[in-house]
């Protein structure tokens, strides 16, 4: 089992940059897959990056792909969301989830672990 806190959310202006980071303890962290979700008010839950436990294996929604960069460095069992670019309609609040590597279509996967979310607010 694995878990997850998030952090590096806050308030931006459109254009600007965060750095979201998502702490995992367990000793198995290496061997799961870790989603970066987003859920705006009114709106359904989306997966918007994904990393293989490996991090060779990488996934982008079209609408952040080429501004959002998932990365994961398994000796401090964390993994990064950059954010540049950054529009109104990135304004969500921004989960990480933790699945059983068992395929490399990462939207696939059941991501079965999360953390509590940390809210990100970009300003026009």
């Known amino acids: 089992q694995v878990q997850l806190v998030e952090s590096g959310g806050g308030l931006v202006q459109a254009g600007g940059s965060l750095r979201l980071s998502c702490a995992a303890s367990?000793?198995?962290?290496?061997?799961?897959?870790i989603g970066w979700f987003r859920q705006a008010p009114g709106k359904v839950r989306e997966l918007v990056a994904a990393i293989s436990w490996s991090g060779f294996i990488t996934y982008y929604e079209d609408s952040v792909k080429g501004r959002f960069t998932i990365s994961r460095d398994n000796a401090k069992n964390t993994v990064y969301l950059q954010m540049n670019s950054l529009k109104p309609e990135d304004t969500a609040v921004y989960y990480c989830?933790?699945?059983?590597?068992?395929?490399?279509?990462?939207?696939?996967?059941?991501?079965?672990?999360w953390g509590q979310g940390t809210q990100v607010t970009v300003s026009s």
């Open positions: 989830a933790a699945a059983n590597y068992t395929s490399s279509y990462l939207p696939s996967l059941d991501y079965d672990y």
């Open positions: 367990g000793r198995t962290f290496s061997s799961y897959a």
